[in-house]
């Protein structure tokens, strides 16, 4: 009994303290892109207000069951993808769950919240919510290639479908890091990684110009509050979960967090720079160059 | 169709009860604005510069937000058609508890230029509950900023509270509504 409720007192921390670094980080990017812009930018603790703002709206409407449910299931997806992942190496407080072949899981949770999240917009009636989901499952199954070639490339490398071990066998300093011992596997997941992050050039789902917002559309209030929080959540434990694969994982909190930043710099770079593609020509992208350097990874780690 | 819309009418909802709760609540309605993303009227070009490294309103926490169901501001940015009003109406509806509505250049105050126009409203508090005015043909995006900084001001000390005043007076604004849209082929509660 008091083991469990340790357990669940320690997945709480460990999913404040995640929700916090992802709101930050945020926060700290839009300000980024603001100075790229030329602008000034929203303060940093703008992410913290608009969640405090959803929430404080008075009434809300729903559209029936699913409705209700897409939220949670989408959020079910990102505590899911982060409680599976071990923050920090060797911690017990943010060490989180895990087991052996829990990369598979990993793999799974990262399309769960997907999943969900189209039943609730479906429910919500709007076809614009219909269209941003159909675009975005398109996008993440297409990125999802290169992603899983990496993690076969990975597996074959460590002998080992466990993130635990994988972080392990990296430990030991700069060299060991899966960066430096297996590039072309790296390259093929950071590649994937920008389909992931929902910036642009792959932010299709949202599509600004031509179906503005895509699937959130319709919620609001309490629901939004969710899908807010959720951003957050999802979004880190997905940098979390690169930086454990292919950047040596962590071993303290400070560096987590530091690796995390940095890394989301990327998409986020690449996001200032390019504009936004069409759906065709995202997955034609995913399918090409990214994907034949997954399977050169997937070729060279195991021959 | 009529399953798709909720046929209740609108209720008013008192803000919280506890001082502090409230006050935390107001606070953070002021400094996080979602403006509909909803150009009506001449007005609506002044809302471009301000997004932009000029006038940056991202900085007081004001952003757009292309769906009424999320956004919290209507800006009416100027003469409002007759046609468009229908819209117009429909968008407000949409919107959740509190929401505030910003009446941008003379034609929503008193028709402006189109005083006479056989086609447009001349006075947009008629139709729908207005927090505030600013006036002007067109108002530059300086004036606009000053109408934020009023709005923000009302909102924090809880005195905009036109979603309620909408509802609690549903009756007369249906009326109104309906003497100047005389194809009233809608639902009559949009939300
Ligand atoms: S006030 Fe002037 S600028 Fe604004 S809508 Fe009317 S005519 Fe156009």
């Known amino acids: 009994m008091t083991y469990w409720l340790a357990a669940v007192g320690r997945a709480i921390v460990s999913l404040f303290f995640i929700m916090n670094v992802g709101l930050l980080t945020f926060g700290v990017v839009g300000r980024i892109v603001a100075r790229v812009h030329g602008r000034i930018g929203p303060p940093v603790w703008q992410p913290y207000v608009n969640i405090v703002k959803t929430i404080s709206m008075r009434t809300a409407v729903s559209h029936g069951v699913m409705f209700y449910l897409g939220p949670v299931f989408r959020i079910t997806g990102g505590v899911g993808l982060y409680l599976l992942i071990p923050a920090v190496h060797g911690s017990t407080w943010l060490g989180n769950f895990h087991f052996t072949g829990d990369l598979i899981l990993v793999v799974y949770f990262i399309f769960f919240g997907m999943l969900g999240m189209a039943l609730g917009a479906a429910e919500s009636g709007h076809p614009y919510s219909a269209m941003g989901v159909m675009r975005g499952l398109t996008q993440v199954t297409a990125s999802e290639v290169p992603f899983a070639f990496a993690i076969i490339a990975l597996a074959a490398r460590h002998h080992s479908l466990s993130i635990t071990e994988i972080v392990a066998a990296q430990q030991g300093g700069l060299l060991h890091w899966n960066l430096f011992v297996a590039p072309v596997a790296t390259a093929a997941g950071l590649f994937s990684l920008l389909g992931m992050m929902m910036q642009s050039p792959f932010d299709i789902h949202l599509a600004p110009q031509e179906i503005p917002i895509g699937p959130p559309t319709e919620f609001h209030s309490s629901y939004l509050a969710l899908l807010q929080t959720n951003r957050s959540i999802f979004a880190t434990a997905k940098l979390v979960l690169f930086v454990n694969l292919f950047f040596g994982g962590a071993t303290s909190i400070v560096a987590l967090v530091v690796k995390v930043f940095v890394l989301f710099l990327f998409p986020v770079a690449v996001g200032v720079v390019f504009p936004r593609y069409r759906v065709e020509q995202s997955v034609r992208w995913f399918l090409g160059v990214p994907t034949a350097i997954g399977i050169a990874a997937v070729l060279i780690e195991t021959f | ?191």
Do not use: H
């Open chain 2, 1 to 191: 169709m009529a399953e798709l819309f909720c046929d209740a009418r609108p209720q008013a909802v008192d803000p919280a009860a506890n001082r502090v709760v409230r006050a935390f609540y107001n606070w953070a309605q002021a400094n996080s604005l979602f403006i509909l993303a909803f150009g009506t009227g001449c007005g609506a070009i002044e809302l471009r510069p301000l997004f932009t490294a000029r006038y940056d309103i991202s900085r007081y926490g004001i952003m757009p937000r292309p769906t009424p169901r999320q956004s919290g501001l209507f800006i009416i940015g100027g003469y409002a058609s007759i046609k468009t009003m229908k819209r117009i109406i429909r968008s407000y509806e949409q919107m959740q508890n509190p929401k505030f509505v910003m009446g941008l250049g003379s034609c929503t105050v008193n028709g402006g230029m189109y005083w006479d126009s056989y086609n447009t409203i001349n006075r947009l508090d008629y139709y729908l509950p207005v927090d505030v005015y600013v006036a002007g043909c067109m108002p530059r995006p300086e004036s606009l900023i000053a109408g934020f900084g009023r709005l923000k001001t009302l909102i924090r000390e809880g005195r905009a509270e036109g979603a309620n005043r909408y509802a609690e007076n549903f009756d007369w604004y249906k009326a109104n509504q309906k003497r100047i849209i005389k194809d009233w082929n809608m639902p009559e509660y949009n939300w």
